[in-house]
C-alpha cells in the first residue's frame, strides 16, 4: 500500500552561495592547459605504464547515425588534428549507466584533440566534449546493458528528451554536444565524485593501480542525479572526500541491491545525536515542535497507521551541516537548499510505528506540482535515515524494507514469525490479532531490517537512476515491543526543487500560478514557459528601520531566510508569488511579485 506522506517542513534555511563543484584534484585550468600542451611536464605527472596506451588523435566533426546498427559510418573526419603522441593520454575507461554495476561495453580508449582539450576544459564543456568522444569512440561497441551503446541509443540515454528532462539550476549552462545538438552525460567515479575536466580524468587511476588499469566511468544523464552502483551485498564505496566532523572515515555497506539500501557508516556523531534530539524537545515553534505524526501531502492530518511523533528541525547548525554532509555523500554539488526537505525527528514510545509506505510522495489533484518524476516532476529521491537510539532485535523499533531480503540467513518466513508473535503472551496483549502492527511485526522479522543503533545511519532510494518510481523502497518503522523511546531522524533529498520553492516543476498543463493554460507545442516546452514567466526578484533589508531588525524572509509561510539588516537574497519567482517578511513570527510586511523581469523589495 502505497501512503500519502506527511507536508514537508517549510523550506529550511537561507539559500546559501553556492558552493564550488566537488574536485577531489587540484585543479587549475591554467595548470591544466600547460600540463596537457607539454608533453614533457606530463612525463612527470603520470606513471610510465599510461604511455603504452598512446594513439594519434582525429577530430570527427559531422557524423551519419545508423541508430539500429552498431557499425558507424563516420564520414568527414575533416580537421584531422594528429598531435604529439605524448600530450593527450586519458586512462582506458569502463562506461556505466548511472546507478548500473555492470560496464556498458568494452573498454573504451579516448583521443581527444588538442582543440578539445584547450577550448572545452569548463566543467560543461568537459561533459559536452567527454559525450562527444565516448559517442565517436570504436571501441564501445558490444556491451551489457542488453543493447548497444550505438550513437543513437547512448545519445537517447544522456538526453532523455524534453519530457524527461527534470530542470536543473544549471539546466541553461549546458553545452549541447558537439554534431548531435543533444544533452550530455555528467561523469562520476564509482564513489560519486564528480568528474570535472580532462585533467582530472588523468588523475583517476590511482598511482599504486597496476598498469593500464581502467578507470569505471558512471554516465549521468542530464537533469538526473548521481546514484551509486552496487554489484553485491557487503560492498563497500569509501567516501574519501567526504569530510567527517571528526575527520574518521565515512563509507557505504550495501545492505540490499533491490531495494537499494546502505549502511552509511560514519556519517554522523554522538554529539550531533544528542542535539537533534534535544532540539527536537525543545522545539517551539507550532509547526516545528514534536507532535503526533501526519500523512499526506496537503496539510496536517493524523493517521492511524503512522502513530509515531515527529518534529522539523531546518535551520540549526546541526540540521545544515548534516544536510550538506548528506548531499556530499549522495554526490550531489554543490548543495541546493531547494533539493533538501528539513531534517524530520522521530519518536516512538511502545507499540507506535509507520506502516510499510514509500517516501515518494503520490501526486495530489489538488496541488498544482508535478510529482511524476519518470518526467520532469520532483519527488524524494534518496532518504537518510538517522538513529539516535540503541535497539536490539527483541526490543523492535527496526526500519524494515519489505521487499528487501534478511541479512540474517536464519530469519523464519512472515507465517513463522506470525506464528511466533502469537505463542509469545507479552505481543498478544500489545497488539490485536489481525491488526495491521501485527502484520507488520511478522513483516519485521522476517524481511530486511535495521535495528536502530546511536549514531548509526541507512541511505535508501526512492527512484531507478532513471527517475522513475521504486516501487521495492517500501518501508516503515516497526512497532517497539520494549517501554523504551525510539529516536530517529531522516532527511530527504529530491531529484529536482521540491513543492513549495517557486522554482518547483508544475503540472504540464498549469502555469506558475496554478491557472490551467494552453498546451504549448514547442521543442522544450517546460524551458521555454519556465523562461518565459520567471521574474528574478531581490529582497533587501537596508537596515534604515529597526521594526524590522529581526526581519525572516517567508516564501508565503516557508521559511526562506533571514533577513537582517544588510543582508539580502536574490530568487527566481513568478508573477503573483506571495512573500513575506515576519518578525516575532508576525508577518510585518508583504510582498507580491508583479510582472516585471526584475524587482526589487527593499526594507
Ligand atoms: O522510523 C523509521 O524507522 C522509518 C521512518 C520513516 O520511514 C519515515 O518517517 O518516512
Ligand atoms: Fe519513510
Given at each position: 500500500m502505497?501512503?500519502?506522506?506527511?507536508?514537508?517542513?517549510?523550506?529550511?534555511?537561507?539559500?546559501?552561495?553556492?558552493?564550488?563543484?566537488?574536485?577531489?584534484?587540484?585543479?587549475?585550468?591554467?595548470?591544466?592547459?600547460?600540463?596537457?600542451?607539454?608533453?614533457?611536464?606530463?612525463?612527470?605527472?603520470?606513471?610510465?605504464?599510461?604511455?603504452?596506451?598512446?594513439?594519434?588523435?582525429?577530430f570527427?566533426?559531422?557524423?551519419?547515425?545508423?541508430?539500429?546498427?552498431?557499425?558507424?559510418?563516420?564520414?568527414?573526419?575533416?580537421?584531422?588534428?594528429?598531435l604529439?603522441?605524448?600530450?593527450?593520454?586519458?586512462?582506458?575507461i569502463?562506461?556505466?549507466?548511472?546507478?548500473?554495476?555492470?560496464?556498458?561495453?568494452?573498454?573504451?580508449?579516448l583521443?581527444?584533440?588538442?582543440?578539445?582539450?584547450?577550448?572545452?576544459?569548463?566543467?560543461?564543456?568537459?561533459?559536452?566534449?567527454?559525450?562527444?568522444?565516448?559517442?565517436?569512440?570504436?571501441?564501445?561497441?558490444?556491451?551489457?546493458c542488453?543493447a548497444?551503446?550505438?550513437?543513437?541509443?547512448?545519445?537517447n540515454?544522456?538526453?532523455?528528451?524534453?519530457?524527461?528532462?527534470?530542470?536543473?539550476h544549471?539546466?541553461?549552462?549546458?553545452?549541447?554536444?558537439?554534431?548531435?545538438?543533444?544533452?550530455?552525460?555528467?561523469?562520476?567515479?564509482?564513489?560519486?565524485?564528480?568528474?570535472?575536466?580532462f585533467?582530472?580524468?588523468?588523475?583517476?587511476?590511482?598511482?599504486?593501480?597496476?598498469?593500464?588499469?581502467?578507470?569505471?566511468?558512471?554516465?549521468?544523464?542530464?537533469?538526473?542525479?548521481?546514484?551509486?552502483?552496487?554489484?553485491?551485498?557487503?560492498?563497500e564505496?569509501?567516501?574519501?572526500?567526504v569530510?567527517?566532523?571528526?575527520?574518521?572515515?565515512?563509507?557505504?555497506?550495501?545492505?540490499?541491491l533491490?531495494?537499494?539500501?546502505?549502511?552509511?557508516?560514519?556519517?554522523?556523531?554522538?554529539?550531533?545525536a544528542?542535539?537533534?534530539?534535544d532540539?527536537?524537545?525543545?522545539?517551539?515553534?507550532?509547526?516545528?515542535?514534536?507532535?503526533?505524526?501526519?500523512?499526506?501531502?496537503?496539510?496536517?492530518?493524523?493517521?492511524?497507521?503512522?502513530?509515531?511523533?515527529?518534529?522539523?528541525?531546518?535551520?540549526?547548525?546541526?540540521?545544515k551541516?548534516?544536510k550538506q554532509?548528506?548531499?556530499?555523500?549522495?554526490?550531489?554539488?554543490?548543495?541546493?537548499?531547494?533539493?533538501?526537505?528539513?531534517?524530520?525527528?522521530?519518536?516512538y514510545?511502545i507499540?507506535?510505528?509507520?506502516?510499510?509506505?514509500?517516501?515518494?510522495?503520490?501526486?495530489?489533484?489538488s496541488?498544482?506540482?508535478?510529482?511524476?518524476?519518470?518526467?520532469?516532476?520532483?519527488n524524494?529521491?534518496?532518504?537518510?535515515?538517522?538513529?539516535?537510539?540503541?535497539?536490539?532485535k527483541?526490543?523492535?523499533?527496526?526500519t524494515?524494507?519489505v521487499?528487501?531480503?534478511?541479512?540474517?540467513?536464519?530469519?523464519?518466513?512472515?507465517?513463522e514469525a506470525?506464528?511466533?508473535l502469537?505463542?509469545?503472551?507479552?505481543?498478544?496483549?500489545?497488539?490485536?490479532?489481525?491488526s495491521?502492527?501485527?502484520?507488520?511485526?511478522?513483516q519485521?522479522?522476517?524481511a530486511?531490517?535495521?535495528?536502530?543503533?546511536?549514531?548509526?545511519?541507512?541511505?535508501?532510494?526512492?527512484?531507478?537512476?532513471?527517475?522513475?518510481?521504486?516501487?521495492?523502497?517500501?518501508?516503515?518503522g516497526?512497532?517497539?515491543?520494549?517501554?523504551?523511546?525510539?529516536?530517529?531522524?531522516?532527511?530527504?533529498?529530491?531529484?529536482a526543487?521540491?513543492?513549495?520553492?517557486?522554482?518547483?516543476?508544475?503540472?504540464?498543463?498549469?502555469?506558475?500560478?496554478?491557472?490551467?493554460k494552453?498546451?504549448?507545442?514547442?521543442?522544450?516546452?517546460?524551458?521555454?514557459?519556465?523562461?518565459?514567466?520567471?521574474?528574478?526578484?531581490?529582497?533587501?533589508?537596508?537596515?534604515?528601520?529597526?521594526?524590522?531588525?529581526?526581519?525572516?524572509?517567508?516564501?508565503?509561510?516557508?521559511f526562506?531566510?533571514?533577513?537582517?539588516?544588510?543582508?539580502?537574497?536574490?530568487?527566481?519567482?513568478?508573477?503573483?508569488?506571495?512573500?513575506?517578511?515576519?518578525?516575532?513570527?508576525?508577518?510585518?510586511?508583504?510582498?507580491?511579485?508583479?510582472?516585471?523581469?526584475?524587482?526589487?523589495?527593499?526594507?
Amino acid at each position: 500500500m502505497t501512503k500519502k506522506r506527511a507536508p514537508p517542513p517549510p523550506p529550511p534555511p537561507p539559500p546559501q552561495s553556492s558552493t564550488p563543484l566537488i574536485s577531489p584534484f587540484s585543479s587549475s585550468s591554467t595548470l591544466s592547459i600547460a600540463v596537457f600542451l607539454c608533453g614533457i611536464c606530463f612525463a612527470l605527472l603520470i606513471p610510465p605504464s599510461f604511455f603504452s596506451k598512446i594513439l594519434s588523435l582525429t577530430f570527427i566533426s559531422n557524423t551519419n547515425i545508423n541508430t539500429n546498427d552498431s557499425t558507424r559510418t563516420v564520414s568527414n573526419v575533416a580537421s584531422s588534428l594528429t598531435l604529439n603522441s605524448a600530450s593527450l593520454i586519458l586512462p582506458q575507461i569502463l562506461l556505466h549507466r548511472n546507478g548500473e554495476p555492470e560496464p556498458c561495453g568494452s573498454l573504451v580508449t579516448l583521443t581527444p584533440t588538442s582543440r578539445i582539450i584547450s577550448q572545452k576544459n569548463t566543467l560543461y564543456e568537459f561533459d559536452s566534449s567527454l559525450t562527444s568522444l565516448l559517442l565517436n569512440s570504436e571501441s564501445s561497441v558490444k556491451n551489457n546493458c542488453n543493447a548497444i551503446i550505438d550513437l543513437g541509443h547512448y545519445t537517447n540515454f544522456c538526453d532523455m528528451g524534453p519530457l524527461k528532462t527534470p530542470l536543473q539550476h544549471d539546466h541553461e549552462k549546458l553545452v549541447r554536444v558537439e554534431g548531435y545538438g543533444t544533452l550530455p552525460c555528467s561523469y562520476f567515479t564509482r564513489e560519486g565524485v564528480r568528474v570535472e575536466n580532462f585533467e582530472g580524468l588523468m588523475k583517476l587511476p590511482p598511482i599504486s593501480s597496476p598498469p593500464n588499469s581502467p578507470v569505471h566511468l558512471y554516465a549521468v544523464p542530464a537533469g538526473r542525479l548521481f546514484m551509486f552502483a552496487p554489484s553485491f551485498v557487503g560492498e563497500e564505496f569509501h567516501l574519501t572526500h567526504v569530510k567527517h566532523p571528526e575527520g574518521k572515515k565515512i563509507y557505504l555497506e550495501t545492505l540490499s541491491l533491490s531495494p537499494k539500501v546502505f549502511d552509511i557508516h560514519g556519517f554522523f556523531v554522538e554529539s550531533e545525536a544528542d542535539d537533534i534530539v534535544d532540539r527536537a524537545l525543545n522545539q517551539k515553534s507550532e509547526s516545528h515542535k514534536l507532535k503526533r505524526s501526519s500523512t499526506g501531502a496537503n496539510g496536517y492530518s493524523v493517521s492511524s497507521t503512522r502513530t509515531s511523533e515527529n518534529a522539523f528541525d531546518t535551520h540549526s547548525k546541526s540540521a545544515k551541516d548534516l544536510k550538506q554532509r548528506c548531499f556530499d555523500v549522495l554526490g550531489i554539488r554543490p548543495y541546493r537548499e531547494n533539493l533538501a526537505d528539513g531534517l524530520q525527528v522521530l519518536r516512538y514510545n511502545i507499540t507506535t510505528a509507520y506502516i510499510p509506505h514509500l517516501d515518494w510522495i503520490d501526486p495530489s489533484p489538488s496541488l498544482d506540482h508535478d510529482f511524476l518524476t519518470g518526467g520532469t516532476g520532483s519527488n524524494r529521491y534518496a532518504t537518510i535515515l538517522l538513529y539516535m537510539t540503541d535497539f536490539e532485535k527483541v526490543e523492535g523499533g527496526e526500519t524494515v524494507f519489505v521487499e528487501g531480503k534478511s541479512l540474517d540467513p536464519e530469519a523464519p518466513s512472515q507465517g513463522e514469525a506470525l506464528e511466533d508473535l502469537r505463542a509469545d503472551k507479552r505481543l498478544t496483549e500489545l497488539f490485536k490479532r489481525d491488526s495491521w502492527q501485527e502484520k507488520m511485526v511478522s513483516q519485521c522479522k522476517s524481511a530486511l531490517s535495521v535495528s536502530p543503533k546511536r549514531a548509526k545511519s541507512v541511505l535508501f532510494y526512492s527512484q531507478h537512476p532513471d527517475g522513475r518510481k521504486d516501487d521495492a523502497s517500501m518501508h516503515g518503522g516497526c512497532p517497539v515491543l520494549v517501554k523504551k523511546q525510539k529516536w530517529a531522524a531522516n532527511l530527504w533529498v529530491w531529484n529536482a526543487p521540491r513543492l513549495g520553492y517557486p522554482e518547483a516543476p508544475v503540472k504540464a498543463d498549469r502555469n506558475a500560478n496554478g491557472k490551467k493554460k494552453q498546451k504549448k507545442v514547442a521543442a522544450d516546452p517546460r524551458a521555454a514557459d519556465q523562461q518565459d514567466q520567471q521574474v528574478h526578484v531581490t529582497f533587501k533589508n537596508r537596515g534604515n528601520d529597526a521594526t524590522f531588525k529581526n526581519g525572516v524572509l517567508f516564501y508565503e509561510e516557508s521559511f526562506w531566510g533571514n533577513l537582517h539588516p544588510g543582508q539580502q537574497h536574490s530568487v527566481n519567482s513568478f508573477e503573483g508569488h506571495i512573500w513575506n517578511v515576519k518578525v516575532n513570527d508576525k508577518v510585518v510586511k508583504t510582498w507580491i511579485v508583479g510582472k516585471d523581469k526584475v524587482q526589487v523589495f527593499v526594507l
